[in-house]
């Protein structure tokens, strides 16, 4: 498998403008994940679905951020409208079972996203 | 609150030496705990997950250590390597959907 596959590697935009990251998860994964790092906060868990459904999206920041899994195999985040302080690394992860579950969460090469 | 804290922030070693990474955490009820080793520019990558019952976990020349009566985890890296150099991230899961992040070490290995 070619592992987590993630779209575009690096973004530059302007604020305002509207950002869609995508990810693809490893087949047979039921879980995919979307994580945003930065130098100040860390890694952190923005959204995750099991079986295509939203489970927790406690920490997607604002309603500007929404993410859409419309199939096993694709998924997206996407921002609207950008701020700078959206700037980081954007992370997608898939994974056999839930969040907290004993089981190894594969992560993709992330998005390096600028918002100017 | 749930928190994960890791030490030291930063450390350098030489290449061969070994050294041991922290991490303590509050999150309860805990499920299990994973250390991450993440390259400069690319995905963390697991390296071990450990349940309550389990206390030692090696993968190669890593070994993490877990006491669940303090609430405290280490991860021992023997004999370092160049590729060593990277961050380390201890995450805890409470169960279900609920994990919290550890800030990362960051380990440079010097020749």
């Known amino acids: 498998d070619a592992g987590v596959i993630q779209s575009p590697r690096h973004e530059v935009t302007e604020m305002g403008q509207e950002v869609t990251l995508r990810c693809k998860p490893i087949?047979?994964?039921?879980?995919l994940f979307w994580y945003r790092q930065t130098m100040m906060r860390g890694l952190e868990l923005l959204i995750y679905?099991?079986?295509?459904?939203?489970?927790?999206d406690s920490g997607m920041p604002e309603d500007r951020f929404s993410a859409k899994m419309p199939n096993a195999s694709f998924s997206t985040l996407k921002i609207q409208p950008s701020e700078p302080r959206d700037s980081a690394v954007y992370f997608c992860?898939?994974?056999?079972?839930?969040?907290?579950?004993?089981?190894?969460?594969?992560f993709g090469p992330g998005t390096r996203l600028l918002v100017l | 609150k749930n928190q994960v804290e890791q030490s030291p922030q930063s450390l350098i070693i030489l290449e061969g030496k070994n050294c041991t990474l922290q991490c303590n955490y509050t999150v309860s009820p805990f499920s299990n705990l994973r250390w991450y080793k993440q390259d400069t520019g690319r995905g963390p990558v697991s390296l071990t997950i450990m349940t309550f019952s389990e206390n030692t976990k090696s993968n190669g020349r890593y070994t993490a250590t877990l006491d669940a009566d303090t609430k405290q985890s280490s991860l021992h890296i023997t004999a370092s390597q160049l590729s060593d150099s990277a961050s380390y991230i201890c995450?805890?899961?409470?169960?279900?959907?609920?994990?919290?992040f550890g800030g990362g070490t960051r380990v440079l290995v010097k020749p």
């Open positions: 992860a898939s994974s056999l079972g839930l969040a907290g579950d004993v089981e190894t969460q594969y």
């Open positions: 087949s047979g994964h039921n879980s």
């Open positions: 995450v805890v899961s409470a169960g279900g959907n609920k994990l919290t």
């Open positions: 679905f099991n079986n295509n459904v939203p489970i927790d």
